[in-house]
Nanobody, 126 residues
Framework: QVQLVESGGGLVQPGDSLRLSCAAS????????MAWFRQAPGKEREFVAA????????PIADSVKGRFTISKDNAKNTVILQMNKLKPEDTAVYYC???????????????????WGQGTQVIVSS
Protein backbone atom coordinates (compact mmCIF):
# COMPACT_ATOMS: atom_id res chain seq x y z
CA GLN A 1 0.00 0.00 0.00
CA VAL A 2 1.45 3.32 -1.09
CA GLN A 3 1.54 6.00 1.56
CA LEU A 4 2.76 9.58 1.20
CA VAL A 5 3.19 11.76 4.28
CA GLU A 6 4.00 15.45 3.97
CA SER A 7 5.62 17.53 6.69
CA GLY A 8 7.31 20.87 7.17
CA GLY A 9 4.45 23.29 6.69
CA GLY A 10 3.76 26.18 8.99
CA LEU A 11 3.27 29.90 9.44
CA VAL A 12 6.06 32.12 8.14
CA GLN A 13 6.60 35.73 7.17
CA PRO A 14 7.06 37.01 3.63
CA GLY A 15 10.65 36.47 2.50
CA ASP A 16 11.18 33.46 4.76
CA SER A 17 12.02 29.92 3.68
CA LEU A 18 10.41 26.56 4.33
CA ARG A 19 11.40 23.03 3.49
CA LEU A 20 8.62 20.58 2.82
CA SER A 21 9.25 16.85 2.93
CA CYS A 22 7.24 13.96 1.59
CA ALA A 23 8.08 10.51 2.89
CA ALA A 24 6.97 7.61 0.72
CA SER A 25 6.37 4.05 1.83
CA UNK A 26 5.07 0.97 0.10
CA UNK A 27 6.83 1.89 -3.14
CA UNK A 28 10.03 1.17 -4.99
CA UNK A 29 10.91 4.82 -4.76
CA UNK A 30 13.44 4.90 -7.57
CA UNK A 31 10.71 3.93 -10.02
CA UNK A 32 8.43 6.82 -9.12
CA UNK A 33 8.14 10.30 -10.45
CA MET A 34 7.16 12.72 -7.71
CA ALA A 35 5.42 16.07 -7.69
CA TRP A 36 4.11 18.84 -5.52
CA PHE A 37 0.79 20.55 -6.07
CA ARG A 38 -0.92 23.21 -3.99
CA GLN A 39 -4.40 24.47 -3.37
CA ALA A 40 -5.07 27.95 -2.09
CA PRO A 41 -8.34 28.86 -0.37
CA GLY A 42 -11.13 29.16 -2.93
CA LYS A 43 -8.91 28.08 -5.79
CA GLU A 44 -8.29 24.92 -7.73
CA ARG A 45 -5.31 22.71 -7.06
CA GLU A 46 -2.33 23.71 -9.19
CA PHE A 47 1.00 22.27 -10.19
CA VAL A 48 4.12 23.46 -8.37
CA ALA A 49 7.02 21.18 -9.26
CA ALA A 50 7.84 17.65 -10.33
CA UNK A 51 10.82 15.38 -10.74
CA UNK A 52 10.91 12.64 -13.35
CA UNK A 53 12.19 9.23 -12.28
CA UNK A 54 13.21 8.52 -15.86
CA UNK A 55 15.15 11.65 -16.83
CA UNK A 56 15.60 13.57 -13.59
CA UNK A 57 14.08 16.63 -15.19
CA UNK A 58 12.39 19.06 -12.82
CA PRO A 59 9.63 21.15 -14.36
CA ILE A 60 8.65 24.09 -12.17
CA ALA A 61 5.62 26.35 -12.28
CA ASP A 62 6.35 29.84 -13.54
CA SER A 63 4.89 31.35 -10.38
CA VAL A 64 7.60 29.79 -8.23
CA LYS A 65 10.51 29.53 -10.66
CA GLY A 66 13.70 30.87 -9.15
CA ARG A 67 12.33 30.53 -5.61
CA PHE A 68 11.35 26.86 -5.24
CA THR A 69 13.38 23.74 -5.99
CA ILE A 70 12.46 20.06 -5.90
CA SER A 71 14.80 17.23 -5.11
CA LYS A 72 14.56 13.50 -4.47
CA ASP A 73 16.50 11.50 -1.91
CA ASN A 74 16.19 7.90 -3.05
CA ALA A 75 18.08 6.60 -0.02
CA LYS A 76 15.47 8.11 2.30
CA ASN A 77 12.42 7.63 0.06
CA THR A 78 11.80 11.36 0.37
CA VAL A 79 11.06 14.22 -1.97
CA ILE A 80 11.85 17.74 -0.84
CA LEU A 81 10.37 21.07 -1.84
CA GLN A 82 12.68 23.89 -0.82
CA MET A 83 10.74 27.14 -0.79
CA ASN A 84 12.62 30.43 -0.56
CA LYS A 85 11.51 34.04 -0.69
CA LEU A 86 7.99 33.07 0.21
CA LYS A 87 5.14 35.38 -0.70
CA PRO A 88 1.61 35.68 0.71
CA GLU A 89 0.30 34.21 -2.55
CA ASP A 90 2.19 31.00 -1.75
CA THR A 91 -0.28 30.36 1.05
CA ALA A 92 -1.91 27.01 0.34
CA VAL A 93 -2.16 23.39 1.28
CA TYR A 94 0.73 21.61 -0.38
CA TYR A 95 0.23 18.05 -1.62
CA CYS A 96 2.75 15.43 -2.58
CA UNK A 97 1.93 13.09 -5.46
CA UNK A 98 3.57 9.99 -6.89
CA UNK A 99 3.34 7.93 -10.03
CA UNK A 100 5.28 5.07 -11.53
CA UNK A 101 3.66 5.51 -14.93
CA UNK A 102 3.29 9.23 -15.59
CA UNK A 103 4.68 10.23 -18.97
CA UNK A 104 6.85 13.27 -19.49
CA UNK A 105 4.10 15.33 -21.08
CA UNK A 106 1.86 14.72 -18.06
CA UNK A 107 4.29 15.60 -15.28
CA UNK A 108 2.43 18.87 -14.64
CA UNK A 109 -1.04 17.29 -14.69
CA UNK A 110 -2.91 16.05 -11.63
CA UNK A 111 -4.32 13.23 -13.73
CA UNK A 112 -0.83 11.85 -14.16
CA UNK A 113 -0.56 10.88 -10.50
CA UNK A 114 -2.25 8.00 -8.80
CA UNK A 115 -1.04 8.45 -5.24
CA TRP A 116 -1.53 11.53 -3.07
CA GLY A 117 -0.65 12.64 0.42
CA GLN A 118 -2.99 14.40 2.84
CA GLY A 119 -1.30 17.77 2.48
CA THR A 120 0.54 20.21 4.69
CA GLN A 121 -0.56 23.79 5.31
CA VAL A 122 1.71 26.71 4.45
CA ILE A 123 0.69 30.19 5.52
CA VAL A 124 2.75 33.21 4.53
CA SER A 125 1.66 36.28 6.42
CA SER A 126 3.10 39.26 8.22
Amino acid sequence: QVQLVESGGGLVQPGDSLRLSCAASGVTFTRYSMAWFRQAPGKEREFVAAISQRTGSTPIADSVKGRFTISKDNAKNTVILQMNKLKPEDTAVYYCAASATVIMSQLRAQSGYRHWGQGTQVIVSS
